[in-house]
């Protein structure tokens, strides 16, 4: 089991039961609460979701991105800050046609600028 949060991974520390079996039973699945009532109360869920399948890093930062530019979208205050972050995250690491212009991009700037360095030969 591996848990997200804002697409980064944390660190689990299981001080009872390594795991080793199934974790399918009978009881509720509960959040922000323990099984035996006692309730966590210095904290928010904003929001959760369940996957019935292994998801990839990819997948996972990609629904962590989207989740907070829907929410930045719906927001009445958009930082624009923030939203040109996100944006330019998605198109440099997610979506992989504009990673590649970008990238050539870069090399092309980075080409410009060393020719300019170069003297002209007479």
């Known amino acids: 089991m591996k848990i997200y949060i804002n697409g980064k991974e944390q ?3 299981i001080k009872s039961n390594k795991l080793t079996e199934t974790m399918k ?13 006692q ?7 904003h929001s959760f979701q369940l996957f019935n399948k292994t998801l990839t890093t990819e997948e996972i930062v990609a629904i962590s991105i ?3 530019i829907n929410n930045l979208r719906e927001s ?5 800050k923030l939203v040109e972050q996100i944006r330019s995250y998605y198109f440099t690491h997610i979506d ?10 870069i090399a092309l700037k980075s080409e410009k600028k060393r020719s ?4 002209p030969t007479p």
């Open 11 to 13: 660190k689990l520390e």
């Open 39 to 45: 309730h966590f109360t210095n904290g928010q869920l």
């Open 116 to 119: 300019k360095n170069v003297a």
């Open 66 to 68: 989207n989740g907070r």
């Open 96 to 105: 992989k046609a504009t990673k590649k212009l970008n990238d050539k991009s």
């Open 76 to 80: 009445s205050k958009q930082d624009p």
């Open 25 to 37: 039973n009978k009881a509720p699945l509960l959040l922000g609460s323990r099984h035996d009532g």
